[in-house]
């Protein structure tokens, strides 16, 4: 079970509050997706933490205000993810492929077509695709602060849909989704299984994340409108060891599953 899984890892779990990457942590990412790989799975990778460790690599003090300056610093950053993750999955053996995509690619159906038939090329190969928001040419992936659209969350359920995968996680510095805010809240409470979002789950969902990561609960739920509608599951757990990965493959109680 679980052929094909689509992981998507936020920016406060790749990066240490500075903005520089974790690297203990990416190397058991890079691990753990190499030997799920190795064990005959399709393995997908959708990145976040491109402003971030732009921003760091140019010894800037917190992320750029303007867009401008969010898109260059996304340009180098993205750069340095793709350097460490190249060094670091090919001494597990595999390869990755960087692609970089905007909301058109995934919901105006020719680019779709055309981005699939190229994501099917590279899991027949066994190449773990890593994507990204173009950043340095999408400005709602930047605007999502705001707007609330075009963050990875989402994408990361785009991308599902669109490979047909049987299971989306979405790593966090959460341990799962819960009914309030538990940053604010004491009375918070994980859920352990969601198989419809209510109107106080929406309410309680707050606005954007950390200073570092982009989306929060919102866009969590966004991804999971769009995993339920489609009817893959999608698994909400916290990425500080990658390795829960195995767990959640297993079938074990961890973070918060939605599926109907
Ligand atoms: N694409 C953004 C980045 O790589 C992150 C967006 C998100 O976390 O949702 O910095």
Not at 105 to 115: I, K, M, N, V
Not at 161 to 185: E, M
Request: proline share 3%; hydrophobic share 40%; charged share 20%.
């Amino acid at each position: 079970m679980f052929s094909r899984i689509v992981v998507k890892v936020g920016t406060s779990t790749l990066t240490h509050p500075s903005g520089s990457l974790h690297l203990e942590r990416l190397d058991k990412l890079a691990r753990t997706l190499s030997d799920l790989r190795n064990g005959d799975r399709d393995v997908l990778f959708v990145t976040s933490g491109a402003i971030g460790a732009g921003s760091s690599a140019l010894n800037f003090p917190a992320k750029p205000e303007t867009v401008s300056g969010k898109q260059a610093a996304a340009a180098v950053g993205q750069c340095r993810l793709m350097h460490v993750y190249d060094k670091l999955f090919s001494e597990y053996g595999n390869h990755v492929a960087q692609i970089l995509v905007t909301r058109g690619d995934l919901t105006e159906p020719r680019r779709a077509a055309s981005l699939l038939r190229t994501l099917e090329e590279l899991f027949r190969w066994g190449v773990i695709p890593v994507i990204n928001e173009n950043d340095a040419l999408s400005q709602e992936e930047i605007l999502s602060e705001q707007n609330i659209f075009g963050d990875n969350d989402t994408l990361s359920a785009l991308v599902a849909s669109l490979v047909h995968a049987d299971l989306l996680v979405l790593l966090t510095d959460r341990d799962g989704f819960y009914d309030a805010d538990p940053g604010t809240n004491p009375d918070a409470k994980k859920l352990d299984r969601v198989s419809e979002i209510t109107a106080a789950m929406r309410s309680g969902a707050g606005g954007a994340g950390s200073a570092r990561g982009t989306g929060g609960a919102i866009t969590k739920l966004a991804a999971a409108d769009i995993a339920l509608e489609k009817g893959f599951p999608m698994v909400i757990a916290g990425g500080h060891d990658p390795a829960v990965l195995y767990g959640i493959l297993r079938g074990e109680n961890v973070g918060t599953v939605f599926s109907l």
